[in-house]
């Protein structure tokens, strides 16, 4: 049974930075990737950043997925942090080959002045 916990979401300031995490009870090796998502009420999720087992990290803007094999955990350093960035942040696996998607329970994030 896949499982995947996100944790580190918080109440911040903007300008300010934090890490999420999103550890996996299997090898990450076992997907073929793993993604960060966001939603806001009333709104769909929001792909936020995609990294494959063997990829180094990446960054896109203020965001940036990287993973560490060893410990079966993905994460999302979130910099220079906005009001806009407030959401509940989802952790997405998919499986080789089109195989099957799990998806974590989520952590919420607030940005408040």
């Known amino acids: 049974q896949v499982q995947l916990v996100e944790s580190g979401g918080d109440v911040v300031q903007p300008g300010e930075a934090l890490r999420l995490s999103c550890d996996s009870s299997v090898s990450i090796l076992t997907f073929d990737r793993v993604e960060w998502y966001r939603q806001t009420p009333g709104k769909r999720r929001e792909l936020v950043a995609t990294?494959?087992?063997d990829e180094s990290p990446k960054t896109a803007g203020r965001f940036t997925i990287s993973r560490d094999s060893a410990k079966a955990t993905v994460y999302l350093d979130m910099t220079d942090i906005q009001p806009e960035d407030t959401a509940v942040y989802y952790c997405y696996a998919v499986g080789h080959y089109g195989g099957a998607g799990y998806w974590g329970q989520g952590t919420q994030v607030t940005v408040s002045p």
């Open positions: 990294i494959r087992p």
